[in-house]
T-cell receptor, first 111, second 111 residues
Framework: DTAVSQTPKYLVTQMGNDKSIKCEQN?????MYWYKQDSKKFLKIMFS???????INETVPNRFSPKSPDKAHLNLHINSLELGDSAVYFC??????????FGQGTRLTVV | GQQVMQIPQYQHVQEGEDFTTYCNSS?????IQWYKQRPGGHPVFLIQ?????EVKKQKRLTFQFGEAKKNSSLHITATQTTDVGTYFC???????????FGTGTRLQVTL
């Protein structure tokens, strides 16, 4: 029983395409995140949702649009993909100010 | 905005040597968390420190939270090859639900 699951695990696509990454958690957590990890391993927060409401929106291009249909899901849609979008994207969830649980990550490669 | 820096960025040790990574935040943290990310894996929670000056131990790992709640350290005694990975500190500021990760320290252990 995977606590936080992301799909797909790998995504290779051409520049200019639109793609989505899905995330689901079965932990009953109220907060979900998207993080981007670049080649230097820096983990940068992109978005945070609490009870389906967007509460953190870092300086992210508006080509990135998160959507939370319910508390257990947080999807990430990316329009007009660029080479610089290549990275590993992690979904995470937590309850309160406790530990965050991460998904396995989605390795996005834009060619 | 809040910045969380870690030093060193990378350390290579021989098995049996000790290792320490230091975490410094530009702002006071309500708590500090530590995560470990194995190569190719996702961040996994290790521990959370809440009180000023708190020290916690997990087998060979010792975690400290600074008196001013702006810095922390992770010390590993007698490293093993299983300790290989990137260690991140992460913190919440005040009541914000933004979990900011440090820049990470990559540990390599060789026989």
């Amino acid at each position: 029983d995977t606590a936080v699951s992301q799909t797909p695990k790998y995504l290779v696509t051409q520049m200019g395409n639109d793609k989505s990454i899905k995330c689901e958690q079965n932990l009953g957590h109220d907060t979900m995140y998207w993080y981007k990890q670049d080649s230097k391993k820096f983990l940068k927060i992109m978005f945070s949702y609490n009870n389906k409401e967007l509460i953190i929106n870092e300086t992210v291009p508006n080509r990135f649009s998160p959507k939370s249909p319910d508390k257990a899901h947080l999807n990430l849609h990316i329009n007009s993909l660029e080479l610089g979008d290549s990275a590993v994207y992690f979904c995470a969830s937590r309850k309160g100010n406790t530990e965050a649980f991460f998904g396995q990550g989605t390795r996005l490669t834009v060619v | 905005g809040q910045q969380v820096m870690q030093i060193p960025q990378y350390q290579h040790v021989q098995e049996g040597e000790d290792f320490t990574t230091y975490c410094n935040s530009s702002t006071t943290l309500s708590n500090i968390q530590w995560y470990k990310q194995r190569p190719g894996g996702h961040p996994v929670f290790l521990i959370q420190l809440v009180k000023s000056g708190e020290v916690k131990k997990q087998k060979r790992l010792t975690f400290q939270f600074g008196e001013a709640k702006k810095n922390s350290s992770l010390h590993i005694t007698a490293t093993q090859t299983t300790d290989v990975g990137t260690y991140f500190c992460a913190g919440y500021t005040g009541t914000a639900s933004k979990l900011t990760f440090g820049t990470g320290t990559r540990l390599q252990v060789t026989l």
